[in-house]
């Protein structure tokens, strides 16, 4: 049997991942997502319930034409019959057997208080409306899903009844009956003690569906799994409604690396990184830095003595080769930094100290002292690369001075603002006197400073002020508080980001623009002054 049957990676992010508060998905990215997640190799990518609305019912006929997918099985969700109704009459069931889909997924009842309450039926006519509904779609020719919802609470409430939907489902087709922790409230003893009897008392293959209300979705997940569940469903980077459905990419992770289980094409595993940053993109939903594996700070140290013990064997503070995700392994600079933390940086920027300690020992002091009066390294790479080069050289990287800037900020009654800023600044033994106008001071600032420099450094037209962050730190009140910020450039090859620290705003900005340029150049090949 192949490892995409033998065992189901379910991927939801495309319905109940697009659930989630504030995140809107046009067809156009539910296209882009779906080809994502079959580069990664999941076993099956739930497109969403066609008929049940038009954005919905759009996708899945672009899908028959457009969507050509090399790995994954595209699945249909929807619910079983209506009470009362002939299963051939159903709308909405019709709508999954017109819909293109191989699979389709049926929601369905398991909780009894649930079947009388919501479903206004009887709990006879429930486990009815289950077999008829397989039956029907079984006909058609499509592999049917049971998502058994609330299952857990419905176990708890009247356990025979939610054991009956179950075996109901199997017996008229299911391939899996999924038991749903839907409002995430399990913890992963009872869930597999749960399991453990679903399994004993019934001949289903059964599949795990879990929310995160209770943190536990993920441990859930692997729970049931390690109780015998052969099929997982969850959505790429935990998206979901309330706190988010169980996180595929960690779920996939901790199979095949902790517990040695293939579940995606050989290699696959690698793209992870990608393919989460990616579809965050899609999503406009900003990745979390701290999300396992995939996070840009899942393999990030910035302890001294954690640096110490990675220079002898990165093994010691982490638990996994961060290559084996994609993803990988940083130093961050700052207060906390020992030598081990510099040379290690160091050589993560392509920067060779060769063994100098006074040169390690300088740089040691100057981020300590740095760091006291406000500036932070750890996101600011750019900045922390010239600092090192000047103490190597005893000299700082010099394209140009800026040795004096004005701003002006215009507002009229009409609330029309204007922004304009006059830098002076010398190079290449010349004296300049530069103007710009932007969307505020800072803007105006960049836009001058590189208007006048570009006579010299074409290239800068390239540069893009891409991200602008302020944050004003302890230590005084109100307005005259020191002022940190963190300045993003990019080019066409990548990104980088600057620091500067001012009781100013300006003042810092100004200081983390020329850090920016400074940077730039550096990576354009331009030799300092």
């Not at 409430?157 to 008229?172: H, I, K, T």
């Not at 701290?290 to 700070?297: E, K």
């Not at 500067?500 to 810092?508: L, Q, R, T």
């Amino acid at each position: 049997m192949p490892v995409s049957d033998a065992f189901h990676i379910y991927d939801t992010t495309l319905r109940d991942g697009a659930q989630q508060e504030g995140l809107n998905l046009s067809v156009h990215d539910k296209l882009a997502i779906a080809h994502h997640l079959d580069d990664l190799g999941v076993g099956f990518i739930e497109g969403g319930w066609p008929g049940a609305n038009p954005k919905d019912t759009e996708f899945f006929k672009l899908a028959q034409t457009e969507l050509k997918l090399k790995n994954a099985t595209f699945v249909a969700f929807g619910a079983t019959r209506r009470p009362g109704v002939q299963a051939a009459d159903d709308v909405l069931l019709r709508a999954l057997q017109d819909s293109g889909a191989p699979a389709v997924t049926l929601v369905a009842k398991s909780y009894d208080r649930q079947v009388e309450l919501a479903l206004r039926t009887t709990l006879d006519e429930n486990l009815e409306m289950i077999r008829s509904s397989i039956k029907f779609l079984r006909s058609g020719g499509q592999r049917v899903f049971l998502d058994a919802e609330h299952f857990f609470d419905g176990y708890r409430s009247n356990p025979a009844y939610a054991l009956e939907v179950v075996r109901v489902a199997a017996e008229s087709g299911a391939d899996v009956i999924a038991l749903c922790d839907t409002n995430g409230g399990m913890l992963p003893t009872e869930l597999t003690d749960v399991v453990h009897t679903v399994l004993l008392e019934s001949s289903a293959r059964l599949g795990i569906h879990c929310h995160n209300d209770t943190g536990c979705a993920i441990a859930n997940s692997l729970a049931a799994i390690d109780a015998g569940v052969t099929h997982v469903q969850g959505t790429l980077n935990g998206y979901g409604e309330r706190t988010g459905n169980a996180d595929l990419v960690s779920i996939i992770a901790n199979l095949e690396l902790k517990m040695k289980k293939p579940v995606l094409p050989e290699g696959a595993l690698r793209e992870s990184f990608r393919i989460s940053h990616a579809v965050a993109e899609v999503t406009n939903v900003a990745p979390s830095a701290r999300q396992p594996y995939v996070g840009v700070s899942a393999f990030a140290h910035k302890a001294g003595l954690h640096a110490s013990a990675i220079k002898v064997d990165p093994a010691m503070y982490q638990h996994e080769d961060p290559s084996s995700v994609g993803n990988d392994m940083r130093m961050l600079v700052s207060e906390m930094a020992g030598r081990a933390s510099i040379e290690l940086k160091s050589q993560e920027l392509g920067i060779d100290l060769g063994g100098d300690k006074e040169v390690v020992a300088r740089v040691v002091e100057r981020v300590k002292e740095m760091e006291s009066r406000g500036f932070t390294f750890e996101a600011a790479d750019a900045s922390f690369e010239l600092l090192l080069r000047e103490e190597i050289s005893g000299k700082r990287a010099e394209f140009f001075v800026i040795e004096d800037w004005q701003t002006t900020v215009d507002g009229d009654a009409n609330g029309a603002v204007k922004s304009n800023a006059t830098v002076t600044l010398s190079a290449h033994g010349e004296s300049i006197v530069t103007t710009g106008s932007g969307n505020g001071p800072v803007n105006a600032i960049d836009t001058a400073l590189r208007s006048g420099l570009k006579k010299f450094y074409p290239e800068l037209e390239r540069l893009e002020l891409t991200d602008y962050k302020v944050r004003i730190l302890e230590g005084r009140l109100g307005t005259g508080a020191v002022t940190r910020v963190l300045v993003e450039t990019s080019d066409s090859d990548g990104s980088w980001t600057t620091v500067g620290v001012h009781e100013n705003v300006i003042a810092a900005s100004a200081m983390a623009l020329e850090d920016a340029v400074t940077y730039g150049l550096l990576r354009q090949g331009r030799k300092p002054e």
